[in-house]
C-alpha cells in the first residue's frame, strides 16, 4: 500500500535504518514500527517483523500511541523515550519502548516504536522460579 508523502517524509526516511537495525539485533520477536504523525489514519510508514502485533503499512497508529503520546506530555521536563509499556496481543505479552522523534525544530513528528514479544521469556523466569532457591515468591513487575 503506498501513502501520501507527508512533509514529515524526509526526514523520517533515515529511520528506516534504525528500524533495521534494531528489527535484526532484535530477532524474530522484535517488531519495529514507523510512525509519521502528520498522517494518524495512515501513520504507519515502515515495519520490520510485523509479525508480532500484525502492523502493516498504511495502517493509523492505535489507542496505544495516542495514550503514550499524553503520557509523555504531562511527563514534567518531556523526554522522547517513553517509559516501557506491556500489553498483551492474541494471548502474548508485549513489551512496548516508543521513542518519538522531533523535526530540527523540535515538532513533534513522528514515533518509533519496538514491540518485543516477551511471552517465551516469562516462561524461562517462571521454570527458573522453580529451580532456584529463593525466587519462587519473585514476580517480574510488569
Request: proline share 3%; with cysteine.
Amino acid at each position: 500500500m503506498t501513502t501520501t508523502a507527508t512533509p514529515n517524509a524526509r526526514a523520517l526516511r533515515s529511520w528506516r535504518t534504525a528500524a533495521d537495525l534494531i528489527g535484526r539485533v532484535g530477532g524474530a520477536s522484535c517488531e519495529v514500527v514507523l510512525h509519521d504523525l502528520a498522517d494518524p489514519v495512515h501513520s504507519v510508514v515502515y515495519v520490520v517483523n510485523g509479525v508480532i502485533t500484525n502492523r502493516r503499512v498504511g495502517q493509523g497508529f492505535r489507542h496505544l500511541i495516542v495514550e503514550m503520546l499524553y503520557s509523555a506530555a504531562e511527563k514534567e521536563g518531556g523526554g522522547d523515550l517513553l517509559k516501557d509499556w506491556w500489553f498483551r496481543h492474541e494471548g502474548r505479552l508485549i513489551r512496548c519502548v516508543t521513542q518519538l522523534i522531533r523535526s530540527e525544530s523540535g515538532e513533534l513528528i513522528g514515533a518509533l516504536c519496538v514491540n518485543q514479544d516477551v511471552t517465551d521469556d516469562l516462561q524461562v523466569f517462571d521454570r527458573l522460579k522453580t529451580l532456584l532457591p529463593g525466587l519462587a515468591g519473585v514476580t517480574p513487575a510488569l
